[in-house]
């Protein structure tokens, strides 16, 4: 399929595009190749023609022709625009393109479509890093040269007379990529919707980061074989690659919204953010979410409740016998009684822990770009390992099973809470729509409230102050996100720690009493 791209360059150097188009360049680094003397090398097949212009002094001609009319003077202005129009690699095998043929249909594109401009056509067959697919370079000067006839994708006057900058729209953008389709069509070479919006949207910037990060990755496992250690992690994922990967697998076990944001947030730490329907994905190691619609259409809301759909007819169909899980029944819930009220509120609730999530190198992005920022991750790991092991030896879990019938304890407490906070809502607000008397369920609205800010937690804009205790309004009035946790936090943090304590000493030969001198 052909596919078209654009950058837009505010570079002056107007001549860095003709050594670009002419010579040998390294795509990781974006610089030049040089041989042994230091001299440029040109590309082994290229073809170069220019519109209005001279492909050789194409720079001094479009510099003319700002100091004429006084544009492209300043650094923010776009000087120039660089569409890159890519075949399919199966295009020369199955339909005999060629490089000659490809550099007509490039010409007469840019004639169609920028009309006035000066432009620089150029054709390689090399592909990009060696790929193999041919492609038509097309770089255009952003200020029109001549007066041509409007045309109907000209939405401004202006557009058309010269003096004018070239001005790309979202409607003049569909209609490139209805021109590359129709133009495939037409020579019968392989094409596909352009239009329609990709089911994973990987940018070029996103596949040149996985390239140059799966390269590093690769020197960095070869070095450590090298020195006997075998890595955990041969595939590098970008950020959006890792969300994907995230997503795809909580939506096809989730049955609800809840239920894949539960998932998300166990299984990879992530959160899911839902703002006018529309859904956003927080990494782990960033700070601004990231859209669904940026990862393409199988991960946003409307594709994802589909998926929701299938799996729970399928659930249904297959095993419709089958009670429902206690966690997740709500309907058959009994109700608080005033003795339940009355009952001791768990002690885990109360725990108090410094723990923090230890950082796992290999899949941080940012320290895998910054070996500074690798030995900081380094020695932060180790302080919260050794931290990890005396809160282990000080509560008294000696062995794995210890550890892990606390956690199952704590699991279940947590399920009948949740459970019963559900129904207490439920009770709550019955009577306070139906009944103004809330003077008999004032002992059920402070445990709702000791419980949400022990155990949830609370945005400083929605707190109150009621008799000593933390209130949350928005919590009680409105409770969406109730059970989207399964522990505390400074559980889930041991847990989380004492894996990578676990990996640390069986690949390490270091004993554990160096864990007790880390401050």
Known sequence: MAILKHIASKNADYGEAQRYLMFQYDEYAGKPILDTIGRLIPREEYYLDGINCDPFTFDMECKELNAQYHKNQTYDEIKSHH???????KDA???????????????????KNFPGHQALVCTHTDGNNESGNIH???????LRKFDVERQPFMERSCDSRAGYKHHLTKDYLIHLKQSVMDMCHREHLNQIDLLTPAEKKITDREYHADRRGQKKLDERNKKMLSEGIT?????FQTQKDFLRTAIEDAAASAHNLEEFQKLLMERYHITLKVSRGRFSYLHPDRNKPITGRNLGTCYEEKYLFSLFEKNTERQTSGSAAEPPLPANDTSSAPLFSELEIEAEIPDFIFIKSDLRLVTDLQQCVKAQHSQAYAQRVKLSNLQQMAKTVAYVQEHGYNTPDDLQTAFSEV????????????????RLKFSVYADSRLVPIDIIVIVIFIIFNLYLPIHDKTRKKCKGIQINIYRLTSSPMIGTQNF???????????????????HSATPLPCFYSIS
């Not at 407490?413 to 949740?418: G, L, N, P, V």
């Open 83 to 89: 569409y890159i129009l890519s075949f399919d690699p």
């Open 93 to 111: 095998e199955e339909n005999g393109l060629t490089g000659e043929q490809a550099q007509q249909l490039g010409l007469e594109y840019a004639q």
């Open 136 to 142: 038509v370079h097309i770089v255009i000067n952003s």
């Open 231 to 235: 890595p955990r992690k041969t595939k």
């Open 411 to 426: 699991q279940t407490q947590m399920a009948d809470i949740r459970k019963a906070l559900r129904s207490t809502e439920q």
């Open 488 to 506: 505390p936090q400074p559980v889930h943090d041991l847990l989380h720690n004492l894996k990578f304590i676990i990996g640390f000493f069986l």
